[in-house]
């Protein structure tokens, strides 16, 4: 079993930043994508951005420039640098990941996710 832990949302005015960190513990053999995704009221979950095994990057083009995604493997975490944001970046933001068991089984995970709220 993992755990997927989230911190760092919060409310911010807009322009302003915010970073979020996602910490992936428990029986993990290798860690292939981690990523953010997120939902609005009303809206459906969608991509933010991932972070695949070799580092390779990708990004929803309505983030893309402002945020940043990035990955600490020693320590199983992943982070979202959200910079420059927008009251439409208001949202339930979801940590995600597809990790490899020991057993060389293949799980897709979620976090409870973390609020993220723009607002002047």
């Known amino acids: 079993q993992v755990q997927l832990v989230e911190s760092g949302g919060g409310l911010v005015q807009p322009g302003g930043s915010l970073r979020l960190s996602c910490a992936a513990s428990g029986s993990i053999g290798s860690i292939n994508a981690m990523g953010w995704h997120r939902q609005a009221p009303g809206k459906q979950r969608e991509l933010v951005a991932r972070?695949?095994?070799?580092?390779?990057?990708e990004y929803a083009g309505s983030v893309k420039g402002r945020f940043t995604i990035s990955r600490d493997n020693a320590k199983n975490t992943v982070y979202l640098q959200l910079n420059s944001l927008k009251p439409e970046d208001t949202a339930v933001y979801y940590c995600n990941a597809k990790i490899t068991s020991p057993e060389v089984v293949t799980y897709d995970y979620w976090g409870q996710g973390t609020q993220v709220t723009v607002s002047s």
């Open positions: 972070i695949v095994g070799g580092g390779r990057t």
